[in-house]
């Protein structure tokens, strides 16, 4: 079963608009992470926010923030005021975690976010 | 401060060669992680190292494939005899502790490139 799902592939807003990029997840733990990377045409993978599972409020970075919400299992990405360096592909991660101490962090297949001038 | 570092950047290698992807972690980051993305799709684990210990290798092919983290310098992915299928962006990870709420930093990737 899928971990993480993105079912967005493509996302296209307009320059200084909002967008929404969704996630949702499955975990059967009581602790966990849920992180966004972005990945520009350049290929590295920029971390851009955290939400850890027992977090009240929404986690905010600047113009992102994550609409967390626990009962749904979902934590979608929010970019305010997009700019066209915003366009690239976007990633949700989940830490998880197994016997023997190990953690890793497991991707959904990613949203290419285009923003048009 | 120096993010996490990899070298090379792009690797050209013929099938049947040898493959050595280098990974420093940030520093004071004890904790590397090694991921593989095949093109248009997401990342996926393959290991998880601390210094000079293999925590989790689930995510690596049985044969061909090895990584270690030694005490004295970088994380190393090594592929032997590579094939085309091992072409992909192989991205390295460091986290301070592997603490659930700690964030795992990647590098720029290596790019390689089976001829």
């Known amino acids: 079963a899928q971990k993480i799902t993105q079912t967005q592939p493509g996302m296209f807003v307009q320059e200084k608009e909002a967008v929404t990029l969704d996630c949702t997840y499955d975990t059967s733990d009581q602790s966990y992470g849920l992180f966004w990377y972005k990945q520009p045409s350049s290929g590295e993978m920029i971390f851009l926010i955290y939400?850890?599972?027992?977090?009240?409020q929404n986690a905010t970075e600047g113009r992102y923030s994550l609409n967390f919400q626990k009962a749904r299992k979902s934590a979608n990405l929010v970019i305010s005021a997009s700019q066209l360096g915003d366009s690239a592909m976007y990633f949700c991660a989940m830490r998880e975690y197994s016997q023997g101490g190990s953690e890793k962090l497991v991707f959904g297949k990613g949203t290419k976010l285009t923003v048009n001038p | 401060n120096a993010g996490v570092m990899q070298n090379p950047r792009h690797l050209v290698r013929r099938r049947g060669q040898e493959a050595r992807l280098r990974c420093s972690p940030m520093?004071?980051?004890?904790?590397v992680y090694w991921y593989r993305q095949l093109p248009e799709e997401g990342l996926k684990f393959m290991v998880y190292l601390q210094k000079e210990n293999i925590i989790d290798e689930s995510g690596m092919p049985k044969e061909r494939f090895s990584a270690e983290f030694p005490k004295e310098g970088p994380s190393i992915l090594r592929i032997q005899q590579v094939v085309r299928g091992d072409s992909a962006a192989y991205f390295c990870?460091?986290?301070?502790?592997?603490?659930?709420?700690?964030?795992?930093?990647f590098g720029p990737g290596t790019r390689l490139t089976v001829l």
């Open positions: 520093k004071g980051h004890s904790h």
């Open positions: 990870a460091s986290s301070p502790t592997g603490g659930w709420s700690d964030t795992q930093y």
């Open positions: 939400q850890g599972s027992y977090d009240e």
